[in-house]
């Protein structure tokens, strides 16, 4: 049938729907999962790009594609919470294994255009990969601080882990978010969300 | 605080991970929640553009963020079953001060911006809201046709419903897409998720 490839990519897709996060809702009702973090963060990208250290050389379609697709991996490889140094090893060739089986599923030239934004992402080298991986990072961050921090606290998640996990990719890409990270990360250490 | 309206934002539209849709996910494990809707036609449009019939007049990063956008009312408006025509009356004032209220958190020229890619996609005139809507009104059928399609079969939609509201959308924006929707309906019907 016509489109075949394209609507089982995206009935594959489907998956991340039930691909939970360590991360609570902002409302604490359960745990987010993938698919509403990747849509949070395409809007979120949308905002912060006049923020952006380098935004005249950002391509925000670009970012939003990449931020769209970063997480499908997980269907295959499962999420991996960021603060768990162990389960993070091995991860990056996990993850490129599932994401040559999903994006494989299409046709070129799309099937590579989706391999190869996946893999600049991970990279964090391009301006567009350090905007993307910063509003990434930062929206748990926001949801945590301004919510009950249970991924945190339940983890015992460290103030330094925090700052060298979130705080330098997202001083990397932006002064002003860069800013609020630290005004933020002061909140939720005065309010015992996250340890020493 | 600097980011301080970006942030509002971004948390106010946490809420969208909590207003559920008639549609089930594909596992029909549960009614999808409009922010994952919003993920997978945000996804869908960057494979489905090559069909658009006016692709060369549409600009995919405007109907990406149509998409990730588009449904943002329904954190103060709800979300309303496309097939239920009472409901659907006054649907679009609602909408309209939902989404002033919701792109009012931010300050200009995002706020108008925001406003304006809602309203543009809603008008369904513009190459590129005339694709955004064929691919809003895609989604939730495909997912319809391959899983159990609960959300018609309990509110007996019929087939002139679907044509008239989903084929017809569907049909202007892309010959490909018709094609696949006739024979996806077929099916349907044949099934018996749909009735005469």
């Given at each position: 049938m016509i489109l075949e490839k394209e609507i089982?990519?995206?009935?594959?897709?489907?998956?991340?729907?039930?691909?939970?996060?360590?991360?609570f809702n902002l409302d604490d009702s359960r745990r987010e999962n993938t698919a509403e973090h990747s849509w949070q963060i395409v809007v979120f990208a949308q905002v912060l790009l006049p923020y952006a250290k380098e935004k005249d050389q950002i391509d925000l379609l670009?970012?939003?594609?990449?931020?769209?697709?970063?997480?499908?991996?997980?269907?295959?490889?499962?999420d991996t919470f960021i603060f768990d140094e162990s389960a993070m090893t091995g991860k990056y060739e996990r993850e490129l294994a599932a994401a040559k089986k999903t994006f494989g599923i299409l046709d070129e030239p799309l099937?590579?255009?989706?391999?190869?934004?996946?893999?600049?992402?991970?990279?964090?080298?391009?301006p567009d990969a350090i905007f993307a991986c910063a509003v990434d990072r930062i929206m748990p961050f926001v949801l945590n601080v301004y919510g009950s921090a249970k991924s945190w606290t339940e983890a015992d998640v460290k103030v330094n882990q925090v700052e060298n996990i979130v705080g330098k990719a997202v001083k990397r890409a932006s002064e002003e978010m860069g800013e609020a990270f630290d005004i933020l990360l002061k909140k939720?250490?005065?309010?015992?969300?996250?340890?020493?």
């Amino acid at each position: 049938m016509i489109l075949e490839k394209e609507i089982q990519f995206i009935l594959a897709l489907d998956a991340l729907k039930s691909v939970n996060r360590r991360n609570f809702n902002l409302d604490d009702s359960r745990r987010e999962n993938t698919a509403e973090h990747s849509w949070q963060i395409v809007v979120f990208a949308q905002v912060l790009l006049p923020y952006a250290k380098e935004k005249d050389q950002i391509d925000l379609l670009r970012v939003i594609r990449m931020l769209s697709i970063h997480d499908v991996v997980e269907i295959e490889a499962g999420d991996t919470f960021i603060f768990d140094e162990s389960a993070m090893t091995g991860k990056y060739e996990r993850e490129l294994a599932a994401a040559k089986k999903t994006f494989g599923i299409l046709d070129e030239p799309l099937s590579s255009e989706f391999l190869n934004l996946w893999i600049e992402f991970e990279a964090e080298e391009t301006p567009d990969a350090i905007f993307a991986c910063a509003v990434d990072r930062i929206m748990p961050f926001v949801l945590n601080v301004y919510g009950s921090a249970k991924s945190w606290t339940e983890a015992d998640v460290k103030v330094n882990q925090v700052e060298n996990i979130v705080g330098k990719a997202v001083k990397r890409a932006s002064e002003e978010m860069g800013e609020a990270f630290d005004i933020l990360l002061k909140k939720a250490l005065d309010e015992g969300k996250l340890v020493e």
